[in-house]
């Protein structure tokens, strides 16, 4: 069975950090794009940040620009996303997902895990 699982998400204070790592099974996602996408409550879902299958292309959504890091790591076949001065804007379920290429919008992905929740408080 093919899954990406997130983790590392929480509850952290205005301008706290927190990892969050994806990890994937029953498929080699190292040729593979990988993107965060957050969907706050009440608001549509949106991209984060996206990572190409070398690891050397990366981009960011302008809100969260200098602030979130998108890395991997194709041995352990990870996605990571460093959150750093984290706001309650921020707070959110934050899903990973995989596209062959690298894109900033959802439907081009075809793997999504299931998501973790992200709650930043004031």
């Known amino acids: 069975q093919v899954q990406l699982l997130e983790s590392g998400g929480g509850l952290v204070q205005t301008g706290g950090s927190l990892r969050l790592s994806c990890a994937g099974s029953?498929?080699?996602?190292?040729?593979?794009?990988m993107g965060w996408f957050r969907q706050g409550p009440g608001k549509k879902r949106e991209w984060v940040a996206g990572i190409d299958w070398t690891g050397s292309v990366i981009n960011y959504a302008d809100s969260v620009k200098g602030r979130f890091t998108i890395s991997r790591d194709s041995a352990k076949n990870t996605v990571y996303l460093q959150m750093n001065s984290l706001t309650p804007e921020d707070t959110a379920v934050y899903y990973c997902?995989?596209?062959?290429?690298?894109?900033?919008?959802?439907?081009?992905?075809?793997?999504w895990g299931q998501g973790t929740q992200v709650t930043v408080s004031s």
């Open positions: 997902a995989a596209a062959p290429y690298l894109y900033n919008t959802d439907y081009a992905y075809n793997y």
């Open positions: 029953g498929r080699d996602f190292s040729g593979d794009a």
